[in-house]
């Protein structure tokens, strides 16, 4: 395989993992910034912004790598790379997420009814 269909390969697959993984996160992600964010359009401005940043950040990752070789060599490589961009993207929306959420200490007292 040439060098431009290689890389139009890898880019298709990455474009497809990462657009997998934003689709899986859609729902839960927005419920969860609907609840930190507690206005409607600022929860659906991260939401895009995180969705966005789980589909660049591995394109960016995959498109940094050299994609000459053989075709199985380079959907390896390709795979790694998509998957790592993606699993960076989680960790920093998780950290994003984990450093604004209420903590044990920060919950208001509960009640018990008995």
Do not use: H, K
């Given at each position: ?31 969860l ?10 929860s ?67 009640r018990?009814?008995?």
């Amino acid at each position: 395989m040439g060098s431009l269909s290689l890389t139009l390969m890898g880019w298709f697959i990455t474009l497809t993992l990462s657009s997998l993984a934003a689709a899986a996160l859609w729902r839960p992600l927005l419920a969860l910034l609907s609840d930190l964010c507690g206005i409607e359009q600022r929860s659906r401005f991260w939401a895009i912004w995180s969705v966005t940043m789980v589909i660049l950040v591995p394109l960016l990752a995959v498109s940094a790598v050299d994609l000459t070789g053989d075709a199985v060599r380079v959907l390896r490589t390709v795979v790694f790379y998509a998957l790592g961009g993606i699993m960076v993207a989680l960790l920093g929306m998780g950290y994003a997420i984990w450093t604004r959420t209420p903590r044990g200490n920060d919950l208001p007292l509960r009640r018990e009814v008995m």
